[in-house]
């Protein structure tokens, strides 16, 4: 059976570099992949940063289901659409998801980006990453963008 990476991304420069690198991997490896948008709810905002609504959520959503869908073709065209999955998940706590679905998908490797956050910018905003590396039920790549400083 093929290796499953878990990629994970938030549509930041610091994803973009995580899907390049889990791009370059399952190359190599011939491996398959789960694309994985994990998002806190309560933190998405709607139009002028207001709460959202409903109707709101449910544009965001698909929204991110097409953006995952780009990131399918843009990075992982080469592997046969049947090697490729990807979902949007709401979660309060996105890294908790992400280590659910590597394990019930019995993944190799996670890949996820960090933005290199340090001191309290990383205290006040917490670390998706840093967390995934806690739970992890594998290895987990860490890609980083180069570090700011609070």
Known sequence: MKPLIVVCTDFS?????????????????EARVFLVHAY???KAKGPGGREPSEGDRQSWDEGSM???????????????DTDVQYESVPSA??????????????????????HGRTGMLRRLL???AEATVRHAPCSVFVVREEATRA
């Open 66 to 80: 097409h953006q995952l869908e780009e990131a399918r073709r843009r990075y992982f065209g080469h592997l046969a």
């Open 40 to 42: 806190d709810p309560k």
């Open 13 to 29: 420069s610091c994803s973009e570099l995580a899907l390049q690198r889990a791009a370059e991997i399952a190359r190599r490896d």
């Open 126 to 128: 917490g670390s998706v």
């Open 93 to 114: 706590h996105p890294s908790i998801e992400i280590c659910k679905i590597a394990k019930n998908t019995k993944a190799s490797l996670i890949v996820v980006g960090s």
